[in-house]
C-alpha cells in the first residue's frame, strides 16, 4: 500500500467518498486506466490523495506503488461520482463498514468529520486479513482517542497477535447488530470493499431491518478496479 498525494493546479474540489481516474500512457501508445478512491478529506485543497494497494499481475497499480517519483506528471481525471457520497451536513448518524481496501473513501469520510463541520456520532467496523493489514491503523487510533462520538472496532479473519483486543471473525450478522447503530437512531451506512464482502454485510444489513435506502455500497472487482 501507498498513499500519494498529487498536486493539481485546478482542482474544483470534491465530496467525501468520491473517486478519480488516472491513466497511464506508454511510449508505444497504449493505455491502462484504473479508478481510485480519494483518501483526503472533502473541500477544494489542491493536493488530492490516494491510497493505492499493489495488485500483482496490475497494469496502473505496480506503477503508482513502484516506479512512480515526487515530481512525475500524470493524468488523473475527476472528481467523479456522486452517489457513494457523504455530506457533513448530515445530522443521521454515521455507520462506515469496510473490507480492506474499502477503507479508503471511508476514511475520507472520517477526516472530513474530523474537521469542525460535523461531529455526528460515527461508527467504523474495519475487517482486515492480519494486525499487519490494517490501512491507516496509527490514525484511525488517533480518532477514536479522541472520544468525540466514533467508535472503532477492527476484526482480523485470519489470526490474531497475542494481546489483540479486537473481534477475529469474518463480519457477520451478530457482529452488525452488536456494533452498528439501533434502528431507531436511522443512521446512514456506507459499505466498501470486495464484491462477495459488500454484497454478504447489505443483505445482513437488511435482514437486521435497515432500509435499502438507508445503505449505500461501493466494490471492487478481483483486479483492484472499482465497481
Known amino acids: 500500500m501507498r498513499s500519494i498525494t498529487f498536486e493539481t493546479k485546478a482542482w474544483a474540489g470534491h465530496m467525501a467518498g468520491q473517486h478519480v481516474d488516472i491513466r497511464l500512457t506508454a511510449d508505444n501508445g497504449y493505455q491502462a486506466q484504473r479508478s481510485y478512491s480519494i483518501a483526503s478529506p472533502a473541500g477544494c485543497a489542491p493536493d488530492v490523495e490516494l491510497t493505492v494497494e499493489c495488485v500483482s499481475g496490475g497494469e496502473v497499480s505496480p506503477f503508482l506503488t513502484e516506479e512512480l517519483r515526487a515530481g ?10 456522486g452517489y457513494f457520497t457523504w455530506n457533513p451536513g448530515s445530522s443521521s448518524p454515521l455507520m462506515l463498514i469496510a473490507g480492506g481496501s474499502g477503507v479508503v473513501p471511508l476514511m475520507s469520510m472520517l477526516r472530513t468529520r474530523n474537521q469542525p463541520a460535523s461531529k455526528v456520532p460515527a461508527k467504523l467496523l474495519y475487517s482486515s486479513r492480519s494486525a499487519e493489514d490494517i490501512i491507516y491503523r496509527d490514525e484511525l ?28 471473525r469474518r463480519v457477520d450478522r451478530d ?53
Open 72 to 81: 512525475d506528471t500524470i493524468e488523473l481525471r475527476g472528481p467523479i461520482g
Open 141 to 168: 487510533d488517533r480518532l477514536a482517542a479522541n472520544r468525540d462520538g466514533f467508535d472503532l472496532v477492527h476484526t482480523l479473519t485470519r489470526g490474531a497477535p497475542a494481546g489483540w483486543k479486537g473481534q477475529t
Open 175 to 227: 457482529m452488525l447488530a452488536q456494533c452498528g447503530f439501533q434502528l431507531a437512531e436511522e443512521p446512514q451506512i456506507l459499505v466498501c470493499g470486495p464484491t462477495s464482502f459488500v454484497e454478504t454485510v447489505a443483505d445482513q444489513l437488511v435482514s437486521l431491518g435497515h432500509g435499502e435506502s438507508a445503505i449505500k455500497t461501493e466494490r471492487f472487482g478481483p483486479t483492484g478496479d472499482k465497481r
